[in-house]
């Protein structure tokens, strides 16, 4: 499955953003997707995952109660399949490179885990100012 995402961009904290991930490729409704995060000098952790059928989601602690991550399966809007993630209540920390991902089409538990998400986007630049 091949990956876009965008939404990214600067925001005061306490603020909000909508990230999207527009997935091409008929697998989409049958990976797990995720976003995950990355700031200079660090590696890339792990932000949310949800199911193929969005009936299981996963958050890291850090965001939990702040953002939300939703998938739309086969509801091609303009043509596409589309993966968000609502941040609300921003913070200074959440600045970081976020990516977009979609597990292996066989491994059908959602994970926090890198391994196993196979397919990556080119990643869009979140900036929370104080």
């Known amino acids: 499955v091949q990956l876009q995402a965008c939404g990214g961009g600067l925001v005061r904290a306490g603020g909000s953003l909508r990230l999207s991930c527009a997935a091409s490729?008929?697998?989409?409704?049958?990976?797990?997707m995720g976003w995950f995060r990355q700031t200079p000098g660090k590696q890339r952790e792990f932000v949310a995952t949800?199911?193929?059928?969005?009936?299981?989601?996963?958050?890291?602690?850090?965001v939990k109660g702040r953002f939300t991550i939703s998938r739309y399966n086969g509801e091609n809007i303009n043509g596409r399949n589309i993966l968000y993630l609502q941040m609300n209540n921003l913070k200074r920390e959440d600045t970081a490179l976020y990516y977009c991902?979609?597990?292996?089409?066989?491994?059908?538990?959602?994970?926090?885990?890198?391994?196993?998400?196979?397919?990556w986007g080119q990643g869009t630049q979140v900036t929370v100012s104080s």
């Open positions: 991902a979609a597990r292996q089409p066989d491994l059908i538990d959602i994970a926090r885990a890198e391994s196993g998400y196979s397919d």
């Open positions: 490729g008929r697998t989409f409704r049958t990976n797990v």
């Open positions: 949800i199911s193929r059928d969005s009936r299981n989601t996963d958050y890291a602690d850090s």
